[in-house]
Nanobody, 125 residues
Framework: QVQLVESGGDLVQPGGSLRLSCAAS????????IGWFRQAPGKLREGVSC????????LYADSVKGRFTISTDNAKNTVYLQMNSLKPEDTAVYYC??????????????????WGQGTQVTVSS
């Protein structure tokens, strides 16, 4: 059974940093990527970043390029999202998700198979 457990969300001031963690387990070897997605109140869920856990290739949404960094510790089956220079518009519930079987990487929430429960990130002074 696939399990994805996020942690690390918090209240932070604009310009601050947070590191989110996603502990993943129970998926087979024909899954290649794990992504971070977010959903703000009244908005659609959107892709933030994605990492291919086989070859390390990454994707970022334009809105977070240069500020967010995705990484993985395969020994711990954990994917991290380091978020720097946070802005109020980054406020959202952040989810990690297992990208659909056979897909090498995506920022499309529709191309995912399993989701974590989410962690709240609030950027406010």
């Amino acid at each position: 059974q696939v399990q994805l457990v996020e942690s690390g969300g918090d209240l932070v001031q604009p310009g601050g940093s947070l590191r989110l963690s996603c502990a993943a387990s129970g998926f087979t070897s024909d899954y290649y990527a794990i992504g971070w997605f977010r959903q703000a109140p009244g908005k659609l869920r959107e892709g933030v970043s994605c990492i291919n856990i086989k070859d390390g290739s990454v994707l970022y949404a334009d809105s977070v390029k240069g500020r967010f960094t995705i990484s993985t510790d395969n020994a711990k089956n954990t994917v991290y999202l380091q978020m720097n220079s946070l802005k109020p518009e980054d406020t959202a519930v952040y989810y990690c998700a297992l990208v659909a079987r056979g897909v090498f990487g995506t920022l499309d929430p529709a191309l995912t198979d399993d989701w974590g429960q989410g962690t709240q990130v609030t950027v406010s002074s």
